[in-house]
């Protein structure tokens, strides 16, 4: 399996631009997860999907922040307008879940915005 | 809701030696304690996880120790390797929904 996959791998865009990252979760798995790393915050958990259902988001920052899922194979998360401290590592993770509880992550989007 | 600490924030050791990383959790009801590794420039790699009704798991040279009373757990590397330098998380969730992570513990393996 490929594992999860994540675009664009680095992205660099200026203070007021739209920002749109891309996953795609392992192949059968159920649930979704977006996280944001920082030094300062560690790893946090933005927003999370049950069959493509969003199920908590309380963890989105403000409006600036939106994610969708259209299907099982694809999510997106985007930041529009972006604003520098939205700078940071942004993963997704799948897991397959009902019982099955561990989460995979992808390589992760690391975002500068200047 | 759940609070995660991890100690210790660095940890250096010589290779062949054991390495012990700490974990404490606040929310009696999590029940899935999973450990993750995340090299530079790459994203966390699950190592090992457990889930309450254990109190303890070894994949090799590596094992996790779960106090449910204490509410601590604890990840153990034996015979270590300069491949072993990481940065190591520990977290805690109730029936694998949101994962509360601890703030990593940077470890590295001396030749």
């Known amino acids: 399996d490929a594992g999860v996959i994540q675009s664009p791998r680095h992205e660099v865009t200026e203070m007021g631009q739209e920002v749109t990252l891309r996953c795609k979760p392992i192949s059968g798995h159920n649930s979704l997860f977006w996280y944001r790393q920082t030094m300062m915050r560690g790893l946090e958990l933005l927003i999370y999907f049950n069959n493509n259902v969003p199920i908590d988001d309380s963890g989105m920052p403000e409006d600036r922040f939106s994610a969708k899922m259209p299907n099982a194979s694809f999510s997106t998360l985007k930041i529009q307008p972006s604003e520098p401290r939205d700078s940071a590592v942004y993963f997704c993770?799948?897991?397959?879940?009902?019982?099955?509880?561990?989460?995979?992550f992808g390589p992760g989007t690391r975002l500068t915005v200047t | 809701g759940e609070n995660v600490e991890q100690h210790p924030s660095t940890l250096s050791v010589q290779e062949g030696d054991s390495a012990v990383i700490k974990c404490t959790y606040s929310d009696s009801a999590s029940n899935y304690f999973p450990w993750y590794k995340q090299e530079l420039g790459k994203g966390p790699q699950l190592i090992i996880d457990i889930r309450s009704n254990v109190g303890e798991k070894k994949d090799q040279r590596i094992a996790v120790t779960l106090n449910k009373t204490a509410k601590h757990f604890s990840l153990h590397i034996t015979e270590t390797q300069p491949e072993d330098s990481a940065v190591y998380f520990c977290a805690a969730s109730i029936s694998g929904n949101q994962f509360y992570f601890g703030t990593g513990t940077s470890l590295t393996v001396i030749p």
């Open positions: 993770a799948s897991s397959p879940g009902g019982k099955t509880y561990e989460q995979y």
